[in-house]
């Protein structure tokens, strides 16, 4: 796991390679280098940072140069033991144990046809002195990010956005659509970049630069195939082994010659991990989060600490707890920096301090059950999207008088919050609208009217694009399952565009690498060949991972209430961060620059602090949103006006 970073034919290439690659240092404080070479009319320089997980010798430093082909690399590949196995009986002879020279190899022999035979997380740039061409690639889920920026015939590419952003001297300019996107989701789809003209390498596919100025590119994984296949699969009654393909994944992501550690919040997925992981590694050790009394109660959010101490004695493991009780004043510009992109999911705090604790410890890799909720209907918006499509057989009076009552129930005192509550409102704002609608609104932070009313009127074009762009993805399939069709759009979209993004960027600000077994090409083609019936019944939603789960783990812990990998916002809301909040709807650069409006943000404000409307997530982002835009404006000589 590593920053990559590089240049092809682009002024000062060399100055820009290395400013690109110190900005990269925490992703691998283990080692730097860089390479250089002619390329067309100009050259071509990579760079890289390295954190050691493989082969921590020198035979590993990147980027590796082998007779004609030089690799900067950020990633895992879990099948490289079988790679080197054919690739040696083919006549290969490797110097040292890294899966990155395994990966060299493939590329000579195969091409980017070696693309989908990798099994693993992955983003690279592979340079061949014979040709001149560089050559970029992005795993088959999205887990490794990848930007880039192209001037002419010029490209410049880097792990983070904030390296593109200082290599080209705060010129970028902000996309007005992709912040306005961000309000939508509180995060920027993967779809899209925060400056113009950067972009993100899709996931599953590659680009070729070649020395004449041609750019090509192609796909060599499509999610929506995969989904198309498994129904097909489902259809001919093939039932896939579920446990069988979560152990082996999991036992792969273990590959390791460093410590691995996992994330063990007393959940489902990752009890289940852990569990599996410790048959394997006994005495493996785990990190979990508690949070302050008052917070907890306040948000009456439910203990799951005591599933995670019931969970790691069971199973023999080293469990660390962590208490949540950050100065959050200090943390957020910190956090907002390190997301690259306004993010204003509170769980990239967790996932940084749990990251930095581990690290502190000596423990560089960690494994998370990212992923499992997408891929097996694990989220409340699931199982609510189905109940919606029941409640809407309910004679129409009967829902309006039960939504007036429900709308004026507070969701908080001045004591404690009300969470059955909060639900029914968020429910009742989508069980009457038609699928790709209510699905969208059901994780999503405004319906059209209260985003409109947010920004500034000349973005009401941009607001259009954004919510069509949602309806253009979620109804591309050929699926005829509803379950499914969310669970795609969740693994197209929420997957890549959120949980992924700040669980690389969080746990890399930290040094430290984080594994995700449920987002592996094996355990997606498998998810995907469950009926949603399986997924979802009665009430039960994972309900094929739960009955996976019980070969190890006891029904109390897989049948337990879901639990919440968040943070306590409401109560950091009202106490913590109420000053702050103030300041940015009062003098806030969002407001100031015309961006946002400033009666929509004090209503926000009011209502909330009323205890009439849970607007803490949203008020949350806005603060997320404020910094990353000061950050992304100030001292850049470019002007904060409204450009959509």
Same mark, same amino acid.
């Given at each position: ?31 730097? *280098? ?7 009319? *100009? ?67 195969? *091409? ?17 002195? $014979? ?22 015939? *010029? ?15 705060? /010129? ?46 192609? $796909? ?64 493996? /050790?785990?990190? @979990? ?28 493991? &080293? ?84 939504? $007036?009552?429900? &709308? ?28 790709? +609608? ?5 994780? +999503? ?104 789960? @019980? ?51 004090? $209503? ?34 470019? /002007? ?5």
């Amino acid at each position: 796991m590593c920053g990559i970073a590089g240049t092809y034919q682009w002024p000062d290439g060399k100055i820009v390679t290395d400013r690109l690659t110190d900005t990269l240092a925490h992703r691998g404080p283990d080692g730097a *280098g860089r390479y250089s070479h002619p390329a067309g009319h *100009g050259e071509v320089h990579l760079g890289h940072r390295r954190l050691a997980i493989i082969d921590l010798s020198e035979t590993g430093a990147q980027p590796m140069v082998s007779d004609g082909l030089a690799l900067t690399y950020n990633g895992e590949l879990y099948n490289a033991p079988e790679l080197r196995a054919e690739l040696a009986a083919a006549g290969v002879r490797f110097r040292g144990t890294s899966d990155t020279e395994v990966l060299l190899e493939a590329w000579r022999r195969w *091409g980017t046809d070696c693309l989908p035979r990798l099994r693993g997380m992955f983003a690279f740039g592979i340079f061949d002195e $014979r040709t001149g061409e560089l050559v970029l690639a992005r795993d088959q889920l999205g887990i490794k990010p990848l930007f880039l920026l192209r001037r002419g015939a *010029g490209l410049v590419f880097a792990s983070e956005l904030k390296a593109l952003a200082a290599a080209t001297g705060g /010129s970028l300019e902000v996309d007005h659509a992709a912040l306005v996107a961000s309000l939508l989701y509180y995060w920027v789809p993967d779809s899209r970049c925060a400056f113009r003209e950067a972009e993100k390498l899709p996931p599953g596919s590659w680009l070729r630069c070649r020395p004449d100025g041609r750019v090509e590119r192609g $796909r060599f994984w499509n999610l929506k195939d995969v989904a198309t296949e498994g129904q097909e699969r489902a259809r001919s009654g093939e039932r896939p082994d579920i446990a069988a393909v979560v152990e082996e994944s999991t036992r792969r992501h273990l590959l390791s010659d460093v410590p691995v550690a996992t994330f063990l919040s007393g959940g489902l997925d990752s009890s289940y991990l852990t569990a599996l992981a410790a048959r394997d590694r006994p005495g493996i /050790s785990a990190y @979990t989060i508690g949070f302050r009394a008052e917070d907890a109660k306040f948000e009456a959010m439910p203990d799951d600490l005591r599933y995670a101490r019931q969970v790691a004695e069971r199973f023999g493991v &080293d469990l660390h707890e962590i208490e949540i009780a950050p100065n959050v004043l200090d943390l957020l510009p910190q956090m907002t920096y390190h997301l690259d992109e306004p993010i204003g999911d509170p769980a990239a705090i967790n996932t940084y301090l749990i990251c930095e604790a581990a690290r502190e410890a000596g423990v560089k890799v960690m494994l998370s059950g990212m992923g499992a909720d997408e891929l097996f209907a694990g989220y409340r918006k699931h199982l609510a999207n189905l109940i919606a499509l029941r409640y809407q057989r309910v004679p129409r009076p009967l829902r309006r008088g039960l939504s $007036r009552a429900v &709308d004026r129930l507070p969701v908080a005192t001045a004591r404690r919050g009300y969470r059955s509550v909060r639900f029914a409102k968020r429910f009742l704002s989508f069980a009457d609208l038609p699928e790709e +609608t209510a699905f969208r609104r059901s994780y +999503t932070m405004y319906d059209q009217d209260e985003l409109l009313a947010l920004v500034n009127p000349d973005l009401a074009g941009t607001v259009d694009d954004v919510l069509t762009e949602h309806a253009d993805i979620y109804e591309d399939n050929d699926l005829d399952d509803f379950v499914n069709r969310m669970c795609l759009g969740d693994a197209r979209m929420f997957l890549p565009g959120l949980n992924l993004a700040y669980t690389d960027r969080s746990s890399m600000a930290a040094s430290t690498e984080v594994r995700v077994p449920y987002v592996d090409v094996e355990v997606v083609k498998a998810a995907f060949a469950v009926p949603g019936d399986r997924k979802i019944v009665g009430r039960q939603g994972k309900a094929v991972l739960k009955e996976a789960a @019980t070969s190890i783990l006891p029904r109390e812990i897989v049948y337990r209430p879901k639990g919440l990998f968040s943070a306590p916002l409401r109560a950091w809301m009202s106490r913590d961060l109420a000053p702050l909040v103030r300041e940015v709807v009062n003098d806030g650069v969002l407001v100031t620059s015309g961006l946002l409006r400033r009666d929509a943000l004090a $209503r926000m404000v009011a209502e909330d602090a009323a205890g009439q409307r849970d607007f803490s997530k949203h008020l949350w982002h806005v603060l997320t949103l404020e910094y990353w835009y000061r950050d992304a404006t100030s001292g850049s000589g470019q /002007s904060t006006r409204l450009t959509a």
